[in-house]
């Protein structure tokens, strides 16, 4: 969600709302950013600025992580800093996040399209960005920065990525823990990206607890005021993670399956009753699957997937054993109708490798999978699915699919 203009939080603090937050210290001595939105920011980020402070500079910027939504909104400043010949903000990151730049550039293609899913982006023109501001002076784990008055402590932790920063201002007693607390379920599941990392994420926002913030001024979302409401949310988010990772190691170490383990975690009811544990965004079940590819690898446990068939042929053959094409689709209809979706899903999946040209497949492919994404809680399950469904819509498995 976009809100329009900008919001002074608290005395010398700005906030602005794009796709994340980002927030400008006025530290008697200069403006830091702590970071700087996305490309859709530029303008507004200048613009808000600059009617907040027309007479100071931008001085610094603090990236918090890699992420697109977090790391553009400098451009303008630095354009007006060459054309003046001064000098530019310093821009200030964990050592790790230009490689993660040169990452992105290097698989343009699949961000691009993993993005159409995520999003259920269906534009021609959208493309992932190939141009990047990259850090002035990185650090490994622990950097003080002093400007005006305050001190910024920038301290690494892995989370949702591994080049992730989380600031705390002493002298203001702001704590900012980037996308490492974003009033949702933590994002770190997301299917379609690198790994991420759970119990290292609990551990920061037990140590971020120790700060006694009185002010949270989080990734995304609305801030949180108050000591007390600053530890619980810290604490008990740290609690949910460190859950999950528990009771998938204890299944894995028992030597079960990924299927088995996926379906016998049991999430913290009280926990999800917190308005910032909603799994809104990510699916705490995607954690599930995370904590596995960390720890087991990439094999789920099952044998016949170790050096599976191709998908084409294990199709025609369930297809064959099962009576023929139109049997698998009329069961796949009767699960459809009795609600049964990620059985029917399953059927469909077998209905289209045997055919996926069949006109019939996708309509029933395409209501299956917009029915599926109507019950998902979390954005990107719903997304993905509904991704599913407007490519059927067209005859096609996928959107994002470059076709020769």
């Known amino acids: 969600t976009f809100y329009e203009g900008s919001t002074e939080l608290t005395e010398n603090l700005l906030g602005l709302k794009g796709i994340a937050g980002f927030y400008i210290i006025d530290t008697k001595d200069g403006l830091v950013m702590i970071d700087s939105g996305s490309h859709l920011d ?24 890699h992420h697109v939504d977090h790391i553009f ?31 992105y550039k290097k698989t343009l293609g699949w961000n691009t399209a993993i993005n159409k899913r995520q999003f259920a982006i269906n534009v021609p023109y959208f493309q992932w960005p190939n141009e990047y501001r990259y850090p002035d002076i990185t650090y490994d784990d622990y950097l003080e920065i002093k400007v ?76 949180i005021y108050g000591k007390g409401r600053v530890k619980e949310a810290l604490l008990t988010t740290a609690e949910f993670l460190k859950d999950i990772e528990d009771q998938t190691l204890e299944l894995m170490n028992a030597g079960k399956s990924l299927n088995e383990t996926y379906h016998s975690i049991k999430f913290s009811e009280s926990l ?24 087991g690898g990439w094999w789920d446990g099952e ?40 059985l029917a899903a399953h059927l469909i999946e077998v209905a289209f490798y045997s055919a996926k040209d069949n006109k019939e497949i996708h309509e029933i492919r395409e209501i299956i999978y917009r029915e599926i994404s109507l019950v998902q809680d979390s954005s990107m399950a719903r997304n993905i699915y509904n991704h599913a469904s407007l490519a059927s819509k067209e005859n096609k498995r996928d959107l994002a699919e470059k076709t020769k």
């Open 73 to 103: 909104g400098t451009q303008r400043f630095d354009e007006e800093a060459n054309k003046s010949n001064r000098k530019r903000p310093i821009v200030y990151s964990h050592e790790l996040l230009p490689d993660h730049l040169d990452r």
């Open 303 to 342: 044998y016949d997937r170790l050096m599976p068939d191709t998908r084409e042929k294990e199709a025609a053959e369930w297809i064959k054993l099962s009576g023929g094409l139109a049997r698998v689709l009329q069961r796949s209809k009767e699960l459809l109708n009795e609600g049964d979706l990620k």
């Open 148 to 223: 005006g008055d305050c001190t910024f402590e920038l301290s690494h932790a892995r989370g949702e990525t591994d080049d992730h920063t989380w600031i705390f201002i002493p002298e203001r007693e702001i704590l900012a823990p980037g996308d490492l607390f974003i009033w949702a379920v933590p994002n770190g599941g997301n299917p379609q990206k690198v790994q991420r990392y759970i119990s290292d994420w609990s551990e920061a926002l037990n140590l971020m607890s120790e700060k006694n913030a009185r002010l949270l001024i989080p990734g995304h979302g609305l801030p």
């Open 272 to 295: 999800m009753l917190k308005p910032w544990l909603k799994p809104v965004y990510d699916d705490p079940k995607f954690l599930i699957r995370m904590i596995w590819r960390r720890y």
């Open 42 to 65: 530029i303008d507004s980020a200048y613009n808000e600025i600059k009617k907040w402070r027309p007479e100071e500079d931008v001085k610094a910027a603090i990236f918090t992580h």
